[in-house]
Structures are given as C-alpha cells and as structure tokens.
C-alpha cells in the first residue's frame, strides 16, 4: 500500500468557494502489471484534510475512465475520474437533476492519461458521469455511491 513517504506527482489542484483545497496526486499501485494510484487530498476550511483514492490498473479494459467517489473524515465528498488523453469533457449529473463541470489536468505524457476531480454536495449524491470524447463520442456511466438516496 501506498505510504505518505513514498514521492506522488500532483497532476491537478482546485480551490472551492466554500475554502475547501484540493489536489490530485499519482503514483505507481504496485499490487498490479502497470497499476495506479490516484488520491484526492482534500483539507476543509476548518483543516479537517482526508486522502481517498483508487488504486489498480490505470484503465479497465476499454473503459474511457476509471472512477471513483466518496466522503471521508468529515471532508466534503469528492468525485476523482482517470481517463484517455482524449476526453474533452466530463460532467457529474446528480441524484437531483443538477450538472457541473469536472476540473481536468492536461494530459499527462508519461502516464497517457488526463485526471480529473470536483466537490459534491452532501445532500446531492452522484449518479452518473458524462464524457465526451474528442471524435465526438459521449459516454455515460453510472458513479458508484454507497449512500445513494431511494427512489421514488
């Protein structure tokens, strides 16, 4: 596993008004061939921090990109995507309708991958990621959540 020792590339970082930074950090996941960390650091304006992430390969199979979402040590929930070189875009679409923007790093070369991340809001979970493709493709998929409300 990896330690706060070992050396992580920050590929990203954002400020959200509500004073919450945050950074995307990589490094290598040796539990597998050609794995990947990717951690989001986050430290609230009261300077509670978390760290959570995703470890594994850098891509599933033909997956776009690898997702992963959460809340941890009363931080605010984050939304953390690792993705192709030619995504464009990506947008979070949640439980109650809204849609925002998720920030993306360029990409980077020695990785072949872009990283992404934005802030959730606690009474508005996740459901779905939108990303679209530089030749114009749109793919959808759904965001996993453990505290997702019930449905009507």
Not at 31 to 55: E, K, N, P, Q
Not at 81 to 97: N, Q
Not at 103 to 122: C, M, V, W, Y
Request: proline share 9%; net charge negative.
């Amino acid at each position: 596993m990896q330690t706060e020792d070992e050396p992580l590339q920050v590929v990203l970082q954002g400020h959200e008004p509500d004073g919450t930074t945050w950074s995307v950090l990589v490094g290598p996941d040796p539990t597998c061939d050609d794995g990947l960390f990717t951690f989001v650091r986050r430290t609230a304006a009261d300077g509670r921090s978390a760290r959570s992430g995703m470890g594994g390969p850098r891509l599933h199979g033909d997956d776009v990109v690898n997702i992963w979402a959460g809340k941890s040590d009363g931080t605010r929930p984050f939304i953390l995507v690792r993705g192709v070189p030619s995504i464009v875009d990506a947008t979070v679409l949640t439980h109650g309708g809204k849609s925002f923007q998720v920030a993306l790093s360029p990409e980077i070369e020695e990785l072949g991958l872009r990283f992404g991340a934005a802030a959730l809001d606690d009474d508005d979970p996740p459901e779905a990621l939108s990303v679209r493709l530089a030749d114009g493709r749109v793919v959808v998929g759904r965001v996993p959540w453990s505290r997702r409300p019930a449905g009507p």
